[in-house]
Each structure stands twice: as structure tokens, then as C-alpha cells.
């Protein structure tokens, strides 16, 4: 064992990372009333280590952290991928332009402290990063400072402190958000009924799935087929999932003459239900037992798209309701129901809640796969051919005039933009970027322990000499940077924009990439909305974060 421990070889590292891993991860479960700094242990474990005289080859830790870095920005690109466009429209456009604030006063704290103090600047990103628990920036920001053309004194002294620099600012930036929420609480006197309330009236999106019953009452309706009233483009997103003739149950042909009293099941967009109750008529409480009788032929069952075949393909080109006399009522994606519009555009991995008859849905299942357990297969040629890509993407130089050199996104900014389109784009361009929840949650979580082990360990050599010779500092400097931005935000946000707290926390919680900020507002204010608007900022926050630590680096070189 202590040859594990003294020798420098591969065998020793993976021990001693290992170590630190295992023992950060365990210190993670520990919570103090209900907050824990979770896998950052690991990030404390490792420098406690370092400075007790653990040491890895500094090739093998340079390889160890640029890696781990890659996997866990790749993972967190392919996650948001999907929603990352979808994210600016509407109710998301106001909530990502406070994000970008948060990011912009987040810097603006920080140079102004670095001019004020004179603190280096690349020491002052460190700090930032911590401050906001963003560890891609950190990593972006060392992989800048690693490219330096000619390290100067203070390209070095920023190479050397950076990472204590994080360290010591980031439980006060974990602490400092979750007291901006309590007394933004304090402050807006919020009701917490109330303001449940107000979310669950303002929480319509646009693509979630409302089923509801009809009764078709409309006199220019009577006699008119389902396809003549919805048309071809169908401007009211909706489909007509079963239909009620007296007491016969049965799936609507689309050529099928109404009449009045007829009722109807529409599966529509959310935002779209008053509509279709003018077209059709009063909605009325849905009791699904009454739409499902012994004897009947309708069926109803949930596919999974395993085929990756269809990835790419639309509802509308592949015209299951009258090839197979199915319908098509909701698409459930990454746990959200979306409603099965006809230019929805399919990917593997998508659940699809169907209606019809057992012949039609078994002729479907040729169609789409429906093998679940071929999802749970990882499909590595589209992570490892991006990561590629991603690389050469970070590697390009992007030169502006005030610039003395040449903007890089490295190996932060390079993959996660790459997984992003991928996760985006993949879709549309028949590439099957489908990565199960719980692999690409591996996959994270193994990236980010990694990096944060490597970096710990190369800090543990000097956090003690730094925090001694002045950087104790860095502790208000980080809450300074915590506490003005996300203040100023949140009052923005509630006196401004008008923002429900739930909005708020959610805004915020994605702002900071600060998923302890998350699960501790969902714990104590008991609202899933919170987690709705985490991910509707944290895709535009991540890479902002990411751009905004490198560009801090290439001021001060």
C-alpha cells in the first residue's frame, strides 16, 4: 500500500484518486439542517490529501482533470440539448435575460473588486467560480491559463491559487444563495399558499399535453368530419384521442360525420384548451372510466421509439392515424408529457401514449421498436465522435480587436457546445443522441468527480500558504460576489418582472448552477415548478459561465 501511495505510476494514481473520491462522495451524505455541499467534498478531500504529501504524476493529473472535465460538460450538453432553443421562447426569453444579468453583474463584481483590491484577475475568476459553485468555469479558466504563450509572474501566481481560490469561496457561495432566498422571502412577505397559487395559474407552457372531454354543441359543427374541422394544419394542436355515440365507445374515424351530443376526448396543447372549448363546446370533468367498456376494440398502450430509424421523422410524414388507425396522443421526453403535435419532430428514447385497436397498435410496434431494454445500451459512437469535435471546436482560435490573444473555448466551452447541438440538432439530422437518465447521469458524475480530485490534489500543495498569506480575503471577496448579484436579481425579478418566488428560486438556483441551491429551495418551499425553471436557464448560464471565466483569464493575459 505504501508503495501505492509513494510511486508515481498509474497504478498509484488511480489508487490515490480512488481515495479521494470514495471519501469526498461518503463526507457528501452528511447534511447540516438539511444543506450539504455533496460531491464538493471531494474538491476539500483532495487538497487535504495534497497537502499532506499525496502526489500523482502532474502529466497523469493534467490528463486526469481535462478529461473528467470533458465527460461531465459533454453529459450536462446532451442533457439540456433538446430544450436548449426551445428554453428562449416566451415565459423563458424574460427568465434566461435575468440569468445573463446574474452572469454579467456576477463579472462586473469581480473586476471591480480586482481593480479596487488589485487581487490578481485570474485569482479573482477562481474566487467568482466558487462563488456562483460553477466548476466548469474553473476548469475552462485553467485550461486558458494552461495555453498562456509566455507565463508571466502573474500567470502563474493565477495558475497556482486559482483552485484555492474556488475552494475557499465555495461553501459561502452555497450558503450566501440559500440566505438571498430566505430573506427574499423576508422581504416580498410572501404567502406561500398564495404564491402556489399564482404559479399554478401562470404555469401554462406552451407543448405540455392537456387532456380534456368536449361535448360537441357547436351548430356549425353538426355534420362536418373531424378532418374537415381540424384541416390539414390543424392550428389548434389538437387530437381527438376517443369519441362517445350514446353508449358505444369507439376510436373516430377521420371521415366520421358529427352530431350534436357526440363526445370527444382531445388530447391538446395547454394553452390551446379554451380555444378548442369554443370550437367544440363546454368542457367537462374527465372520468376515464366511462371511455373504457368490456367488449370494445380501443385500446390504449405507451410505446418506446427504439428504432433509430425514426429518429428525425415527424408525426405528420409518418401519417400513423390513417396508415394504421392509431392516434398519437402524447410524446413523453426526459419525464416531461408533450403534446403530440404533427410536426413534433420523433427521436429514440420518446414514449409515445397511443389509442386504437390491438391489430393497428401491433402493426405499429413494427414501426416504432417498443423494446425499452435495448435504451438501457449505451450509443457511444455519437458521445466519443462529439467529444472529438468538441476538442477541435475548443482548440479554434476566435480573435477580437481588444484582445492581445486569441479567444479559445478549450475544453469546457469546445464539447459542451458541440453536445448541445448534438442534442439539438442530432434529431432533425437522423443521428440517435439518445443516452439513457441514469447513464448520462453516470457519466456526469464520474466526470466531475474526477476533475474536482485532480484539481484538489494539485491545490493541496499551496491552500495552506495561500490562505495563510492573505487568503482568508477571498471569503468576502466570494460572498460579495454571491450576495449583490443575486440580490439585485431577485428584485428585479419580483418588482420588475412580477415573478412568482417559485420563478425566482427556480431563475436563480439555474443562474448559479447551483444544484445544493435546487434541492434545497424544492425541500423548503415544496414546489416541482422550482425544478421547470432551473432547467429552463441552466443551459444559456452554463455556457455563459464557461465563456464569461475564459474571457476573464484573456483580460489579464
Given at each position: 500500500m505504501l508503495d501505492l501511495l509513494t510511486h508515481r505510476d498509474a497504478a498509484g494514481a488511480i489508487f490515490i484518486l480512488a481515495i479521494v473520491i470514495a471519501s469526498g462522495l461518503y463526507l457528501g451524505k452528511f447534511k447540516i439542517k438539511g444543506i450539504s455541499l455533496g460531491s464538493t467534498w471531494i474538491l476539500f478531500m483532495g487538497i487535504l490529501l495534497g497537502h499532506l504529501g499525496l502526489r500523482i504524476n502532474p502529466v497523469m493529473l493534467s490528463f486526469i482533470k481535462d478529461?473528467?472535465?470533458?465527460?461531465?460538460?459533454?453529459?450536462?450538453?446532451?442533457?439540456?440539448?433538446?430544450?436548449?432553443?426551445?428554453?428562449?421562447?416566451?415565459?423563458?426569453?424574460?427568465?434566461?435575460?435575468?440569468?445573463?444579468?446574474?452572469?454579467?453583474?456576477?463579472?462586473?463584481?469581480?473586476?471591480?473588486?480586482?481593480?479596487?483590491?488589485?487581487?490578481?484577475?485570474?485569482?479573482?475568476?477562481?474566487?467568482?467560480?466558487?462563488?456562483?459553485?460553477?466548476?466548469?468555469?474553473?476548469?475552462?479558466?485553467?485550461?486558458?491559463?494552461?495555453?498562456?504563450?509566455?507565463?508571466?509572474?502573474?500567470?502563474?501566481?493565477?495558475?497556482?491559487?486559482i483552485a484555492s481560490a474556488y475552494a475557499v469561496s465555495y461553501p459561502l457561495g452555497v450558503l450566501g444563495a440559500i440566505a438571498v432566498l430566505l430573506l427574499s422571502k423576508v422581504i416580498f412577505r410572501l404567502d406561500l399558499d398564495k404564491e402556489k397559487e399564482r404559479a399554478s395559474k401562470g404555469g401554462k407552457e406552451e407543448g405540455s399535453a392537456y387532456r380534456m372531454a368536449c361535448r360537441v354543441e357547436n351548430p356549425a359543427l353538426f355534420g362536418k368530419t373531424i378532418h374537415h374541422i381540424m384541416g390539414d394544419e390543424n392550428p389548434e394542436h389538437l387530437v381527438v384521442a376517443r369519441m362517445?355515440?350514446?353508449?358505444?365507445?369507439?376510436?373516430?374515424?377521420?371521415?366520421?360525420?358529427?352530431?350534436?351530443?357526440?363526445?370527444?376526448?382531445?388530447?391538446?396543447?395547454?394553452?390551446?384548451?379554451?380555444?378548442?372549448?369554443?370550437?367544440?363546446?363546454?368542457?367537462?370533468?374527465?372520468?376515464?372510466?366511462?371511455?373504457?367498456?368490456?367488449?370494445?376494440?380501443?385500446?390504449?398502450?405507451?410505446?418506446?421509439?427504439?428504432?433509430?430509424?425514426?429518429?428525425?421523422?415527424?408525426?405528420?410524414?409518418?401519417?400513423?392515424?390513417?396508415?394504421y388507425g392509431v392516434t398519437v396522443t402524447r410524446i413523453m421526453r426526459a419525464g416531461v408529457d408533450l403534446q403530440a403535435d404533427a410536426d413534433l419532430i420523433l427521436q429514440v428514447g420518446d414514449s409515445m401514449k397511443?389509442?386504437?385497436?390491438?391489430?393497428?397498435?401491433?402493426?405499429?410496434?413494427?414501426?416504432?421498436?417498443?423494446?425499452?431494454?435495448?435504451?438501457?445500451?449505451?450509443?457511444?459512437?455519437?458521445?466519443?465522435?462529439?467529444?472529438?469535435?468538441?476538442?477541435?471546436l475548443g482548440m479554434l482560435p476566435i480573435r477580437f480587436p481588444s484582445m492581445p490573444q486569441p479567444l479559445k473555448l478549450g475544453l469546457a466551452g469546445g464539447p459542451l457546445i458541440v453536445a448541445i447541438l448534438l442534442g439539438h440538432f442530432g434529431p432533425k439530422l437522423r443521428i440517435t443522441t439518445y443516452?439513457?437518465?441514469?447513464?448520462?447521469?453516470?457519466?456526469?458524475?464520474?466526470?466531475?468527480?474526477?476533475?474536482?480530485?485532480?484539481?484538489?490534489?494539485?491545490?493541496?500543495?499551496?491552500?495552506?500558504?495561500?490562505l495563510v498569506g492573505g487568503g482568508y480575503i477571498w471569503?468576502?471577496?466570494?460572498?460579495?460576489?454571491?450576495?449583490?448579484?443575486?440580490?439585485?436579481?431577485?428584485?428585479?425579478?419580483?418588482?420588475?418582472?412580477?415573478?412568482?418566488?417559485?420563478?425566482?428560486?427556480?431563475?436563480?438556483?439555474?443562474?448559479?448552477?447551483?444544484?445544493?441551491?435546487?434541492?434545497?429551495?424544492?425541500?423548503?418551499?415544496?414546489?416541482?415548478?422550482?425544478?421547470?425553471?432551473?432547467?429552463?436557464?441552466?443551459?444559456?448560464?452554463?455556457?455563459?459561465?464557461?465563456?464569461?471565466?475564459q474571457v476573464m483569464i484573456m483580460i489579464m493575459l
Open positions: 478529461f473528467g472535465l470533458i465527460l461531465f460538460v459533454f453529459a450536462i450538453g446532451l442533457q439540456v440539448g433538446p430544450g436548449f432553443f426551445q428554453s428562449f421562447r416566451k415565459d423563458g426569453l424574460p427568465m434566461n435575460m435575468l440569468a445573463l444579468a446574474l452572469v454579467l453583474l456576477s463579472v462586473a463584481t469581480a473586476y471591480i473588486i480586482h481593480l479596487i483590491s488589485g487581487e490578481n484577475l485570474g485569482i479573482m475568476t477562481g474566487i467568482m467560480s466558487g462563488a456562483v459553485t460553477n466548476t466548469p468555469g474553473l476548469g475552462a479558466a485553467q485550461q486558458t491559463l494552461s495555453g498562456a504563450a509566455s507565463p508571466s509572474p502573474e500567470v502563474t501566481a493565477a495558475a497556482q491559487g362517445k355515440r350514446g353508449d358505444k365507445v369507439f376510436f373516430p374515424d377521420l371521415d366520421l360525420p358529427l352530431q350534436e351530443g357526440d363526445e370527444l376526448i382531445i388530447v391538446t396543447d395547454v394553452l390551446h384548451k379554451d380555444k378548442v372549448c369554443i370550437i367544440f363546446g363546454e368542457e367537462y370533468p374527465v372520468d376515464m372510466k366511462e371511455w373504457v367498456q368490456p367488449g370494445t376494440k380501443l385500446v390504449a398502450a405507451r410505446l418506446s421509439v427504439t428504432k433509430s430509424s425514426i429518429t428525425g421523422k415527424t408525426l405528420r410524414k409518418l401519417d400513423i392515424r390513417r396508415k397511443v389509442v386504437g385497436s390491438e391489430e393497428g397498435i401491433q402493426r405499429l410496434i413494427e414501426l416504432v421498436g417498443n423494446e425499452p431494454e435495448s435504451l438501457h445500451k449505451p450509443n457511444l459512437i455519437p458521445i466519443f465522435f462529439g467529444i472529438a469535435l468538441g476538442i477541435l443516452t439513457a437518465v441514469s447513464a448520462n447521469l453516470m457519466i456526469r458524475e464520474i466526470g466531475i468527480s474526477l476533475f474536482m480530485a485532480a484539481v484538489g490534489l494539485g491545490a493541496g500543495k499551496t491552500f495552506v500558504s495561500s471569503v468576502l471577496y466570494g460572498a460579495l460576489i454571491t450576495l449583490i448579484p443575486m440580490t439585485l436579481v431577485s428584485l428585479i425579478a419580483r418588482w420588475a418582472m412580477k415573478m412568482d418566488f417559485f420563478q425566482i428560486c427556480g431563475m436563480l438556483s439555474g443562474g448559479t448552477t447551483d444544484p445544493a441551491l435546487l434541492s434545497f429551495s424544492e425541500q423548503m418551499f415544496g414546489s416541482g415548478r422550482i425544478a421547470v425553471n432551473y432547467a429552463t436557464v441552466y443551459p444559456l448560464t452554463m455556457f455563459l459561465r464557461v465563456v464569461a471565466a
